[in-house]
C-alpha cells in the first residue's frame, strides 16, 4: 500500500503571486507520488518532491529558446494519497481530465511509470487519435509483471489496448525480456544500439507520429552515468543532448497534449539528478509553449 502525503509546500520553479493561481494557470505540474509495483529498487515515490525542490533553482529564462514558460502560468497540484493502483487510477484519470476540460496543460511528475496509463486515458479520451511517444530504456511491454497486468512493466501494453491512440513511438530502449518481444513494432521502435551513430532516425520517429503527441518520458532512458538516480538504471542510453534535440524537433513540428516525466529515485546526498530531472520538464515546457 502506497500513501504518500506531501511533505512541504513547493510549487515548481518556486513561483508564487500571480504565475501561480489556479485560474489563470495555462499549465498545471502535476505531482504524483505513488510506488507500488515496482521490480528493482523502490522509491520513486519520492520523485515528485525532489524535484520541485530542486525546481527552486532552475534560472526562469531559457537560453535555447529566448523563451519564460513560467509566464504562461503554473499551477503546482497539491499532492494525493493513493492506497491501491486501482485508486491511484481513478485519481489520476478524474483530476487530469478536469484540467484538461478547463483547457490547462498537464506535466505530470511520477512516481512509477505505471502513472503514465490514466494520465494516457485522460488525454486519449480528450484528444482523439493521439499518438504517444515512449522515450525509455525498458518495453515496458509485459502482458503482466509479476502477475500484475497494471504494473510499471506493463504500462505500454495497457496503453496499446486504449481507444484513439493512433501509433505508439518508442524511443532508447535497451532492455526487454524475451517474453516481450513478440510485442516489439520494430517500424516504431528506435533501439538504443541502432541510434548512436547519427540523428537521422529522429526525422523517421517523428514520421511515425500523429499531429497530437503525449511524450511519456522514463528517466532510465538516459545513459545511467548521466541519470543514476532511477530505479532500474541502463547503461548505453540517451544523452542530455540527443533527448533535446528530439524533444524540440517534436515541440515544433506536433502538437504535444501533455506530458510525464517519471522514475525518479532520489539519492541521499546527490542532487544532480534531481535537478537534470526539474530541467527537462522546463526546457519540454518552453519548447512547447515558445511562439503560442
Do not use: C
Not at 489563470?24 to 509495483?37: K, S
Not at 525542490?53 to 529558446?65: G, H, N, P, R, V
Amino acid at each position: 500500500m502506497t500513501n504518500i502525503t506531501k511533505e512541504k509546500e513547493i510549487n515548481f520553479l518556486g513561483l508564487n503571486g500571480h504565475y501561480t493561481k489556479k485560474e489563470h494557470a495555462n499549465i498545471v505540474i502535476y505531482p504524483i507520488a505513488f510506488d507500488l509495483t515496482t521490480s528493482y529498487q523502490h522509491g520513486t515515490d519520492k520523485g515528485p518532491l525532489a524535484l520541485l525542490d530542486a525546481s527552486q533553482y532552475i534560472e526562469l529564462y531559457d537560453i535555447e529558446t529566448d523563451f519564460e514558460a513560467y509566464k504562461k502560468g503554473i499551477f503546482t497540484h497539491e499532492f494525493q494519497s493513493y492506497q491501491s493502483s486501482k485508486d491511484m487510477f481513478d485519481q489520476v484519470y478524474s483530476t487530469t481530465s478536469e484540467y484538461i476540460k478547463k483547457g490547462k496543460f498537464v506535466a505530470a511528475l511520477g512516481g512509477e511509470h505505471s502513472i503514465s496509463f490514466p494520465l494516457i486515458k485522460a488525454h486519449s479520451d480528450a484528444f482523439k487519435n493521439i499518438s504517444v511517444l515512449q522515450i525509455d530504456a525498458h518495453a515496458d511491454l509485459h502482458p503482466a509483471l509479476d502477475g500484475n497486468p497494471f504494473s510499471h512493466g506493463s504500462v505500454m501494453s495497457r496503453v496499446r489496448e486504449l481507444n484513439n491512440i493512433e501509433s505508439h513511438v518508442a524511443v532508447g530502449i535497451r532492455s526487454m525480456a524475451i517474453e516481450e518481444k513478440p510485442f516489439i513494432d520494430h517500424k516504431r521502435t528506435f533501439f538504443a544500439h541502432d541510434i548512436q551513430m547519427d540523428d537521422t532516425w529522429m526525422e523517421q520517429a517523428i514520421d511515425q507520429l500523429s499531429d497530437q503527441v503525449y511524450i511519456t518520458f522514463d528517466l532510465d532512458a538516459f545513459d545511467s552515468s548521466l541519470m543514476p538516480a532511477t530505479g532500474t538504471p541502463e547503461p548505453g542510453g540517451l544523452t542530455w543532448n540527443t533527448a533535446l534535440k528530439l524533444l524540440r524537433k517534436v515541440a515544433n513540428k506536433k502538437q504535444v497534449v501533455g506530458f510525464d516525466v517519471v522514475e525518479l529515485l532520489p539519492l541521499e546526498n546527490f542532487q544532480a539528478p534531481n535537478y537534470l530531472a526539474s530541467k527537462l520538464v522546463y526546457k519540454l515546457l518552453n519548447y512547447i509553449f515558445e511562439g503560442k
